[in-house]
């Protein structure tokens, strides 16, 4: 479990295919010394487990599955990615809870600057939709976002310069893919709903 607040953000360093998964290589510094075989990693929001591991890098096997739902297929050497250790019992939890399970990927609309600030605005799939509420919580490339306005199927959020800065939203430009998780609660209490009222 993570928190959505970003440690570090590393770099691609190589992205492999291998049958229907593959291998990612990223190159990270002040998380790297926590990381060993066994360790997990969010990186972008997607939760992996690390299988090798040095003073500059880690490596991770990417499954079909991730690479069907998220973006880590057109990662290329240089890619900037945001990195997060789990979240453990002596640390506070600043952001909600992100499970690094990614839901869909979404498309960026726009990103608009207002001085330091920015609005960032992204297309959100339909099955997405229904877990996500004013003022709730999303992450978007494993950063805990608060959602500013829905618009059908658009989604608003407020980026602060923090995130602007210590993140790779700020790189983002219109018609970038980006990893989309929509928050546990709202999927549990819609479930649980559903079975309820069936």
Not at 23 to 30: H, S, W
Not at 41 to 65: H, K, M
Not at 146 to 165: G, K, N, Q, S, Y
């Amino acid at each position: 479990m993570f928190t959505g607040i970003v440690e570090e953000v590393g770099r691609v360093a190589r992205f492999d295919k291998k049958g229907k998964g593959g291998f990612l290589t990223v190159e990270a510094g002040n998380i790297i010394g926590d990381l060993r075989e066994g360790s997990s990693v969010n990186v972008d929001g997607i939760c992996l487990t690390v299988i090798s591991a040095d003073a500059s890098r880690f490596s991770a096997e990417i499954s079909p599955e991730t690479l069907k739902r998220g973006i880590i297929g057109s990662y290329r050497p240089g890619r900037r990615v945001n990195l997060e250790r789990p979240l453990t019992a002596n640390r506070f939890m600043g952001g909600h809870i992100v499970q690094g399970h990614v839901d869909a990927s979404t498309r960026v609309t726009s990103l608009i600057r207002r001085g330091d600030h920015a609005d960032l605005r992204v297309s959100v799939p339909k099955e997405q939709m229904g877990y996500i509420v004013p003022k709730g919580s999303i992450a978007l490339n494993g950063v805990s976002l608060t959602v500013a306005t829905i618009r059908r199927e658009h989604v608003v959020v407020a980026l602060i310069p923090t995130t602007l800065r210590e993140t790779n939203l700020g790189d983002c430009r219109r018609g970038d893919r980006l990893n989309l998780e929509v928050d546990i609660i709202g999927k549990y209490v819609k479930t649980f709903m559903e079975a309820y009222y069936r």
